[in-house]
C-alpha cells in the first residue's frame, strides 16, 4: 500500500489578531495538479518590527510580490525562485521606503521581516529574513533553522537570502512565527503547543499565551504538521472466458435450404390478407356509424317542462334589463350635446388663456413704451421709475409666455426688458477676442488654467497634452515650458494637475504630488524648471483639491504654500527655508477647526483668505465681518454657482490686503462677478457681448491689473484650445436698451449708452502671512 503525506495546518485568524497586528499571512495550496508538482504549496508570513497602518500595507506589498512573482516565473528551481522573488520584493519595498514611513538602521535595514516555506511532495524549502523566526520539529525535538538575515530586515542595501532545503517525513511539523512573538512566548511554549496539539489549536495556545503577557504589535504565525494518509485501490473483478464457438451469432436456420424461405413467403401472405380484412371492417364500421349521426334526435333538454311564472319572470327581467341600458344611452347622448354646446364659443367670445395671455402681453408692451413715452430716456434721467416699468414689463411677458403667447412675438420684448435690466444692474457685456488658438497639430489639447506670469505672458495648464505652455502674444506662438514623460536631472515629469504663482515662479503640481518651478529669464520665454524640495509631498494623496501662494519676500521669491488637503480636512500651510532650499518644515493647518473642505475649488490669498466652495463666494480668514453682496438681478438670474475667484496681483506679484477687488466665476449664468475686498459691495458683472464669442467653453481665467486710472482692466480666460483677451468694458456696438412706445408687438432698438466700470484705486497696505 503506497503512502502519502498530508499536511495539517494552523494560523493566527484575522479575527484573533492584536488591534496593531501589521504582520500578514498567505497560504497556497494549489488545486491545479501541474502546478502543486512543479511549485508545490506556499506558506508565507510577512512581520514588521513596528506596529501600524503604514507597516501593515508595507507586508501586504511584499506578500503580494512574493506570491505573485513565486508562480510566475517558471525559468528556475524552487531554491532559485525563491532568492529572486525576496529579492524582487525588496527592491519593492525600497523604491516605496518614504511613501511607507519605513525608517532604517544605520547599516541601511528595515524593520520588515519574511518567512516562508515550500512544500513539494516531500521536500521542503524554507527561507527567512529580518524578524521572522521558523522552527522545525523532528521526533519532538525543536530545531532552529539557520537564518544568516535575521538582523536584516527589509528594505535592505543588500540582500542575500539563504534557503534550506530538507526531506519531509510523517510526524514532521514546521512553525513559521514572528519574532516578536516568540520574544514573549518562548521556545518551550512553542514546543510543548506543537508535539501535543493540532497545529490550530497549537498555534492559538501560543497566541493567547502571548496576549495574556501583554504582547503588542506583531503577532503572525503559520504552522503545519506532516502525517500519513494511506493511499487505496479496488481491482477490476474476475470475469470467466468461455471458449470460442465457430457459429456464435449467426441465425437458426433448417436442414432444408428452400424450406426456410417458403415458410417466411406463406407467413407474409397470411399476414398482409389478415390487415387488409380487418381495414375493410373498419371502414364499414365508421360508414353505418356516420349515418347514425345524421338521423335527427331529440335533446333532453327539449323534454323538460317550464311552469308559466317562470317564464313570467325570465321576461320582466329581460325588459327591465333592455329598458336600462335604452336608459343609460339615452343620458350621455345629452350629457355629451349639452357640455360640447356650453363649451363651443360663442360668436365674437374669445378662449379665456389666450385672453389671459394677449392682456398680459399687451401690458408688457404698454410698460415698456412709458420708457420714452414723453421722449425721455428714463433709464439715464429716473432709474428707479425705469426698474418699476422694466420689472413689470418682466412680470406681464412672464404671464404671457406661460399662457402659451406664441415665442416669436414675445422673443424681441423679452430681449428689450433684460437689455434694459441689465444696464441697471450695472451688467457689461464684452467682446472677446482670440489670441491663440491651437492647430489640431498640438494634439487633444484641453486647456483649464491661465495664469499670468512675472513677465508679463500668460501661461496655460493643457491637461489633454499634460503640458504647461507658455504663449507669446506677440508672435502669436506658443512654448511648452513642462511636457509630462520629459526627464530632467531632478527626476521625470509627471502629468500636471494644477498651476498657479509665486513671485517670479510659476508652479506646476504633477499627479504624484512633486512640485516644479519654473523660474522665466526675461521676457523672451527662456527660463529654468527644478524640483521643490517638499519632503512628504507624496504622502498628501489623490485628493488634493487646490493650491495657492502668498508672496512673503518678493526680491528673494519666498512665498508661503498653501495645500487644500481633504484628508487633513483642512488648509496646510507650508513655510519656505530661509536659504530657499524648499519646504522642509511640518505643514501647519490654518483653518481653526479641522472641516471638510473637499467642494473648495479655489482659493485667493492677499494676508486674508478668499475661497470658493461649493458655489459660494467666501472669506475664510478671517471668518467673520465679510459677506458678498446680493445681486440685484435675482429677477433674470436667480441663482449664482462661484467656481473661481482671482483678483488682479500688484507688481511684486502680492495682493492688496482689504483693498481692490474680487472677481468670481459664476457657472451657472457664465458672467463674471465683481465684488469689493471692502465690505463685499457688488461693483458690476460682465457677461459675453451678443453676437460675439460665447463663454459656454470657459474654463478658466485671470484679470490683468489696468495699466492707468482711466484704463479698464483686462481679462485673459481660456476655452478648450484657445486663449481670449477681453477688455472688461462695455462692448460696441451695444444692444438696446430703450425701447420706443409702439402698439406694434415688435419692438424699435434705440441706442445703448456706453458703460465702464472702473474699480477704485485704494493704497496698499503692508499684508501679514495669513
Partial sequence: MAVRLQLKLGAVTDQDRLQDSPDTAVVVEPSVGSVARTKGNLYLLVTSRVPGAKAREATRLVAEAVRDEYYYDESAGIRQCLVKVLASA???????????????????????????????????????????????????????LPDPNAERGLPATE??????????????????????????????????????????????????????????????????????????????????????????????????????????????????????????????????????????????????????????????????????????????????YFWGDAAKPKPGQTIPSAAAAQQAFDAATQALGKLNGSGQ?????????????????????????????????????????????????????????????FPASAGAVHLTTVVRGNDGAPYVLD???????????????????????????????????????????????????ILWRWRPIGTAGKGTLVKVNIPGST?????????????????????????????????????????GSGYTTDPVARLPAARDVSGITSLLIDGDIYATENGVLERLIPTSGWKPASLP???????????????PNLPDGSYSKGTGTLYAWDATNDRVVAFAKNGGKYVAQYVAAAGGVAWTDFQGFDVLPAPGPDVPP?????????????????????????PSASPSPSPSQSTRPTKTTRPTKTPRPSPKPS
Fill in 159 to 336: 540582500l542575500i537570502p539563504e534557503v534550506w532545503r530538507g526531506e519531509l517525513a510523517v510526524g514532521d511539523a514546521l512553525c513559521l512565527i514572528s519574532a516578536n512573538l516568540m520574544a514573549r512566548v518562548g521556545t518551550d511554549t512553542l514546543k510543548d503547543a506543537l508535539v501535543t496539539l493540532h497545529p490550530q489549536s497549537a498555534v492559538e495556545h501560543v497566541h493567547a499565551r502571548f496576549v495574556a503577557a501583554d504582547g503588542r504589535g506583531s503577532d503572525g504565525a503559520i504552522a503545519f504538521e506532516a502525517t500519513e494518509v494511506g493511499a487505496t485501490f479496488k481491482q477490476k473483478t474476475l470475469v470467466p472466458v468461455h471458449p470460442a464457438e465457430p457459429l456464435a451469432g449467426t441465425p437458426d436456420r433448417g436442414p432444408i435450404p428452400i424450406a426456410d424461405s417458403v415458410a417466411a413467403g406463406a407467413a407474409a401472405v397470411g399476414d398482409g390478407a389478415a390487415r387488409a380484412r380487418t381495414a375493410a371492417g373498419n371502414g364499414f364500421q365508421r360508414l353505418v356509424w356516420r349515418i347514425q349521426d345524421v338521423l335527427p334526435m331529440r335533446t333532453p333538454q327539449s323534454r323538460r317542462v317550464s311552469a308559466t311564472s317562470a317564464r313570467l319572470r325570465t321576461q320582466q327581467r329581460a325588459a327591465v334589463a333592455f329598458l336600462a341600458i335604452v336608459g343609460v344611452t339615452a343620458v350621455l347622448i345629452a350629457a355629451m
Fill in 377 to 437: 430716456d428714463l433709464i439715464q434721467n429716473d432709474p428707479t421709475q425705469a426698474l418699476q416699468l422694466l420689472q413689470t414689463a418682466n412680470d406681464e411677458l412672464a404671464k404671457a409666455e406661460q399662457a402659451g403667447y406664441p415665442a416669436s412675438l414675445t422673443a424681441p420684448l423679452r430681449a428689450e426688458i433684460n437689455a434694459g435690466l441689465d444696464t441697471l444692474y450695472d451688467v457689461v457685456h464684452v467682446a472677446s477676442t482670440a489670441s491663440f488658438t
Fill in 539 to 579: 504622502t498628501w494623496g489623490t485628493d488634493v483639491k487646490v493650491i495657492s501662494t502668498f508672496v512673503s519676500n518678493f526680491s528673494q521669491s519666498f512665498y508661503l504654500l498653501y495645500i487644500v488637503e481633504p484628508s487633513q480636512q483642512n488648509i496646510m500651510k507650508l513655510a519656505p527655508n530661509s536659504d
Fill in 714 to 738: 483686462t481679462m485673459w480666460w481660456v476655452s478648450s484650445n484657445s486663449l481670449y483677451t477681453a477688455p472688461l468694458t462695455e462692448a460696441q456696438p451695444a444692444p438696446s436698451a430703450s
Fill in 90 to 144: 525588496n527592491k519593492k519595498l525600497t523604491h516605496q521606503r518614504d511613501r511607507l514611513g519605513l525608517g532604517s538602521s544605520a547599516d541601511g535595514t528595515g524593520p520588515i521581516g519574511v518567512a516562508v516555506a515550500v512544500v513539494r511532495g516531500r521536500e521542503m524549502y524554507v527561507a527567512t529574513v529580518g524578524p521572522a523566526e521558523a522552527y522545525l520539529i523532528r521526533q519532538a525535538r525543536l530545531s532552529t
Fill in 463 to 513: 491637461t489633454g497634452t499634460g503640458t504647461v505652455w507658455r504663449i507669446d502674444l506677440a508672435k502669436k506662438a506658443a512654448t511648452a515650458v513642462y511636457k509630462s514623460g520629459q526627464s530632467t536631472p531632478s527626476g521625470k515629469l509627471g502629468d500636471p494637475k494644477f498651476l498657479t504663482v509665486g513671485g517670479h515662479d510659476i508652479l506646476i503640481l504633477d499627479a504624484r504630488n
Fill in 633 to 647: 438681478d435675482t429677477d433674470l438670474r436667480p441663482s449664482a454657482n462661484y467656481t473661481q475667484v482671482v483678483s
